[in-house]
């Protein structure tokens, strides 16, 4: 039975001047590497995509200091 994920990557706002950052596909791929000997699985399946975070860093919970 193979391993099924879906990985969602966000991008952000970050440092100064301010760059966007995102998630590169080499992350992608080192994570499903990781995954993929981590397991005992035959086969890790994966969907992926990226989306903006709204929220700007830290990202804490709400109400921490």
Same mark, same amino acid.
Do not use: K, N
């Given at each position: 039975? +193979?391993?099924? @994920?879906?990985?969602?990557? %966000?991008?952000?706002? &970050? ?5 966007? @950052? ?5 992350? %992608?791929?080192?994570?499903? !590497? &990781? ?10 399946? !994966?969907?992926?995509?990226? @989306? #903006? #975070?709204? #929220?700007?860093?830290? %990202?804490? !919970? +709400?109400?921490?200091?």
């Amino acid at each position: 039975m +193979p391993l099924r @994920v879906r990985l969602i990557g %966000f991008t952000y706002r &970050w440092g100064t001047p301010p760059r966007t @950052v995102a998630p590169t596909d080499r992350d %992608f791929r080192l994570l499903l !590497s &990781w995954l993929a000997r981590a397991y005992p699985v035959a086969e890790v399946q !994966s969907g992926q995509g990226v @989306v #903006a #975070a709204t #929220a700007a860093p830290p %990202f804490g !919970s +709400p109400g921490s200091t």
